[in-house]
T-cell receptor
Framework: NAGVTQTPKFRVLKTGQSMTLLCAQD?????MYWYRQDPGMGLRLIHY???????AKGEVPDGYNVSRLKKQNFLLGLESAAPSQTSVYFC????????????FGSGTRLTVV | AQSVTQLDSHVSVSEGTPVLLRCNYS??????LFWYVQHPNKGLQLLLK??????LVKGINGFEAEFKKSETSFHLTKPSAHMSDAAEYFC?????????????FGAGTRLAVHP
C-alpha cells in the first residue's frame, strides 16, 4: 500500500531554474495539500485542492503554482526558483477537509543555490 | 487569531521515564486538536486526535493527551519513554465549521531519548 508518493526525494536547483514536484495518492482521497517545512516554523500550507480540477491558495503561495488534472495527482511547480524556496516539501491527502486523517508523503528536500 | 504554541522546542528524557510535551492553543471556538509525529527523514504520522468526544485521548504507541479547555492546553504524555520515541512532535489545530478546515501547525518539539 503506497499511500502518498512524492518524487523526487532530493533536488538541487540553481536560482532561476524551474521544476515540478509530483505527488501521487492511491487512496481515492478528495483533498490534497502541499506544505513546506522550515526549521522552527512547523508546516505551512502552500496550496491545496478540494477535488479534481480545483486548486486554492494556502498561507504561502507566492512563487508556486499547482495543478490537479487527475484526482490522484497533485503537482507543485516552481517557475523561477529562489534561495528562499530551499525547504522540505510535503504532500498530504485526506478524505475530508475536517482535519486529522491526513496521510503525508515522505517529503522532497529541495535546495536552491 | 488562532494559533498553536509548543512550549518547548527540545525535550530530553531518559529511557523508561515519563514524557511530557506541552501545547497551548488559542481559538475563538472549540477546535479539533491533533498530535503528529515525524521520525527522521519521514513524513508526518497521526498520533492521536481530539474532536470533543472525550477530553482524555489515547493514541498509538502508548501516547495520550488531555484537552483542558480552561487552560487552553493539549499536552502529550507517555508514562515510559522508549528509544524509538525519539522524533519531532507537532501539535496541530484544525479550524473551521465545515468544508475545508485549515490546519495550524505548532513549531514542533524535538524529543531526545537517552539510554
Amino acid at each position: 500500500n503506497a499511500g502518498v508518493t512524492q518524487t523526487p526525494k532530493f533536488r538541487v536547483l540553481k536560482t532561476g531554474q524551474s521544476m515540478t514536484l509530483l505527488c501521487a495518492q492511491d487512496m481515492n482521497h478528495e483533498y490534497m495539500y502541499w506544505y513546506r517545512q522550515d526549521p522552527g516554523m512547523g508546516l505551512r500550507l502552500i496550496h491545496y485542492s478540494v477535488g479534481e480540477g480545483t486548486t486554492a491558495k494556502g498561507e504561502v503561495p507566492d512563487g508556486y503554482n499547482v495543478s490537479r488534472l487527475k484526482k490522484q495527482n497533485f503537482l507543485l511547480g516552481l517557475e523561477s526558483a529562489a534561495p528562499s524556496q530551499t525547504s522540505v516539501y510535503f504532500c498530504a491527502s485526506s478524505n475530508s477537509g475536517q482535519g486529522g486523517g491526513y496521510t503525508f508523503g515522505s517529503g522532497t528536500r529541495l535546495t536552491v543555490v | 487569531a488562532q494559533s498553536v504554541t509548543q512550549l518547548d522546542s527540545h525535550v530530553s528524557v531518559s529511557e523508561g521515564t515519563p514524557v511530557l510535551l506541552r501545547c497551548n492553543y488559542s481559538s475563538s471556538y472549540s477546535p479539533s486538536l491533533f498530535w503528529y509525529v515525524q521520525h527522521p527523514n519521514k513524513g508526518l504520522q497521526l498520533l492521536l486526535k481530539y474532536t470533543s468526544a472525550a477530553t482524555l485521548v489515547k493514541g498509538i504507541n502508548g501516547f495520550e493527551a488531555e484537552f483542558k479547555k480552561s487552560e487552553t492546553s493539549f499536552h502529550l504524555t507517555k508514562p515510559s519513554a522508549h528509544m524509538s520515541d525519539a522524533a519531532e512532535y507537532f501539535c496541530v489545530v484544525s479550524l473551521g465549521s465545515g468544508g475545508y478546515n485549515k490546519l495550524i501547525f505548532g513549531a514542533g518539539t524535538r524529543l531526545a531519548v537517552h539510554p
